[in-house]
């Protein structure tokens, strides 16, 4: 059983910024391609970012390239999603998840793909 913990979400204005982490209990996370993913109201969950394991590789949804960026401490078994330039269309409950596949070289936006969800961080840009 993994147990993913996300923290860092709250209400900011548009153009302000956040920072969300990750962390588990029951897991290390360092072998694991890890990813963010967020859920508006009434919408689908939606990819966010991902990073491979070794920290070197990372991929990005068009929405937030440039203004979020994805990072990880394998140290502190913990992940990262620095946000800038929040909008308020970056409104939702964020959700770390944790890749199926041990030593994932190729961060995936693909869904399927995450075995292992935290219970979300709510995020709130006002305008």
């Known amino acids: 059983q993994v147990d993913l913990v996300e923290s860092g979400g709250g209400v900011v204005q548009a153009g302000g910024a956040l920072e969300l982490s990750c962390g588990a209990s029951?897991?290390?996370?360092?072998?694991?391609?890890m990813a963010w993913f967020r859920q508006a109201p009434g919408k689908e969950r939606e990819f966010v970012a991902a990073?491979?394991?070794?920290?070197?590789?990372?991929i990005y949804a068009d929405s937030v390239k440039g203004r979020f960026t994805i990072s990880r401490d394998n140290a502190k078994n913990t992940v990262y999603l620095q946000m800038n330039s929040l909008k308020p269309e970056d409104t939702a409950v964020y959700y770390c998840?944790?890749?199926?596949?041990?030593?994932?070289?190729?961060?995936?936006?693909?869904?399927?793909?995450?075995?292992?969800w935290g219970q979300g961080t709510q995020v709130t840009v006002s305008s």
């Open positions: 998840a944790k890749d199926r596949l041990l030593f994932g070289n190729s961060p995936t936006q693909e869904l399927i793909r995450y075995d292992f």
């Open positions: 029951g897991q290390i996370l360092s072998s694991y391609v």
């Open positions: 990073i491979n394991w070794r920290g070197d590789n990372t």
